[in-house]
């Protein structure tokens, strides 16, 4: 990466940003605006259209005619393809000036964003995209007298509301399957962070995606998140964020149009660590990285680590060493390791949940505390707390910052309970040599997501989602696409 091409970029002003509906660009129905304040340095970034029910209802009536007016789902498959593939094009031509205005937005670091934000979000859509021309019907088998057929048609109209943390990428995993299957989409991005996410939606508009088939409306999800929640033109909804936003759509769902709800939420992943794991030096750099990129801030956190007792304290130390090795600092710096936190809420919140773990007989061996206060911006030294029982709070609740609780374990079965011992199950993973064990790790630890000797990288290739409370549906691969066709049987009498 070049940090001079960066740091022009950074000097660039960010122009006010306003709502995407029909293939148009305009102001919120009240003309109210929500300032959007850098987690660099906690000052104006710039402003975007605060969004009113008005303004969310305009754009899914624009999602309806497209979508019924067929000028999406109507074009042939080759055609769908063309648009997107120029889509992804766009996006990786565009992918440094996309990943310096994410950082800007949202405070990862830059030699995170630039591969996790635009260069994800290019291979999703072009995953997709090379997909849609593979996805046939069926066939039954009936008798002689009878045709059996299974049509797999586009839904209609999705609601897709995104997150903070990777709002491009993220975005993609929706907006990839949804649009190839021939729906139209209405985006409603956070609120702190959009405008990277806004800024790919334009470039759709650029490769001929037309008109009214993709709307963005960025404002508060209490408001525009709820009407479209309620909203009886939204035939599914997809969702990543907390579990209490989800449960509340799906209480929306059902009391509108029992639309069918996708729901990514929470997770408290487990890293269990064996003593026979084949590189242990390796299992305690990838720990501290599968924890603290992003300022912790990654739906598949490795946030719990679950160390076999007969070397926790030399395993511990490695970590603590690997950890305090990453640099916190400035997210536009190509050596920074660990960028800002999305928001000074998020910050106190995990504050607070050090200063809980303490109060329940945590050891906060390394970090803990807010750090660079001088920047205003908002930054937290990565920390690590032994002594984490089975009930603490470290354990039951999800943080979403640069928080590692530490856990020993004796046996395999316990290991496999404290890893179950939560509401969630997104992700984890085991380091062992031992096949066998590898394998009852798999099979016993209830979770969508198991790792072997790694933590993260998975790509497009498998999904992602989760059982328990960290939700349903999964994104990435050819099964994300399932959330986006209906299956129409025809049944033909010869």
Not at 182 to 198: C, D, H, I, Q, R
Request: charged residues 20%.
């Amino acid at each position: 990466m070049d940090q001079q091409k960066i740091d022009a970029l950074r000097a660039q002003p960010v122009p006010a940003f306003s709502h995407l509906i029909e293939g148009a660009y305009v102001p919120a129905s009240d003309g109210g605006m929500m300032d959007i304040l850098s987690p660099i340095d906690g000052r104006l970034l710039t402003t975007t259209a605060k969004g009113t029910a008005a303004d969310m209802n305009a754009a899914i009536a624009s999602a309806r005619a497209a979508f019924e007016d067929r000028r999406w789902a109507g074009q042939p498959p080759a055609a769908r393809k063309n648009v997107l593939m120029k889509w992804a094009d766009l996006i990786e031509a565009n992918a440094l000036e996309l990943a310096v205005l994410g950082v800007r937005d949202n405070g990862t670091e830059i030699s995170m964003a630039l591969k996790a934000e635009p260069g994800s979000a290019a291979g999703t859509i072009r995953y997709y995209a090379e997909a849609l021309d593979k996805i046939y019907g069926e066939i039954a088998p009936t008798g002689a007298d009878v045709l059996g057929m299974i049509h797999k048609e586009p839904v209609g109209v999705v609601g897709a509301i995104i997150p903070w943390n990777f709002p491009m990428m993220i975005g993609a995993w929706k907006l990839g399957p949804a649009l190839a299957m021939g729906n139209s989409v209405v985006l409603k991005p956070s609120e702190t962070a959009s405008l990277s996410l806004m800024k790919m939606c334009d470039l759709a508009l650029e490769a001929g995606l037309p008109p009214g088939v993709l709307n963005a409306v960025t404002g508060e999800g209490a408001v525009v998140g709820e009407v479209m929640g309620l909203s009886m033109d939204i035939d599914v909804l997809v969702f990543t964020g907390s579990g209490g936003t989800g449960r509340r759509l799906m209480d929306y769902a059902a009391r509108s149009n029992m639309k069918r709800v996708y729901l990514e939420l929470g997770g408290k992943s487990p890293n269990i660590i064996f003593a026979d794991a084949p590189n242990l030096d390796e299992a305690a750099k990838v720990a501290a990285g599968g924890i603290f990129r992003n300022a912790g801030q990654v739906c598949v956190a490795g946030s719990r680590l679950l160390v076999e007792a007969s070397i926790h304290d030399d395993f511990v130390a490695a970590v603590v060493k690997a950890t305090e090795a990453m640099r916190v600092g400035d997210p536009l710096k190509v050596d920074t390791h660990i960028g800002a936190v999305n928001s000074e809420v998020q910050l106190n919140a995990n504050l607070g949940f050090v200063d809980t773990a303490k109060a329940e007989g945590g050891q906060v061996i390394t970090g803990g505390d807010r750090i660079m206060q001088d920047t205003g911006g908002y930054y937290m030294a990565p920390t690590i707390v032994t002594g984490v029982t089975r009930d603490a709070t470290l354990t039951q609740k999800e943080v979403f910052g640069p928080v590692l609780g530490v856990t020993p374990f004796h046996t395999d079965d316990e290991a496999v309970q404290l890893a179950n011992a939560t509401v969630y199950g997104l992700a984890g993973a085991a380091w062992t040599s031992n096949l066998s064990r590898a394998h009852r790790m798999i099979r016993d630890v209830r979770t969508g997501v198991m790792h072997i000797n790694t933590y993260g990288g998975a790509d497009g290739t498998v999904p992602l989602g989760g059982v328990g409370q960290s939700g349903n549906g999964s994104d990435k691969s050819l099964h994300a696409i399932e959330k986006y066709i209906n299956l129409k049987t025809a049944w033909i009498k010869l």
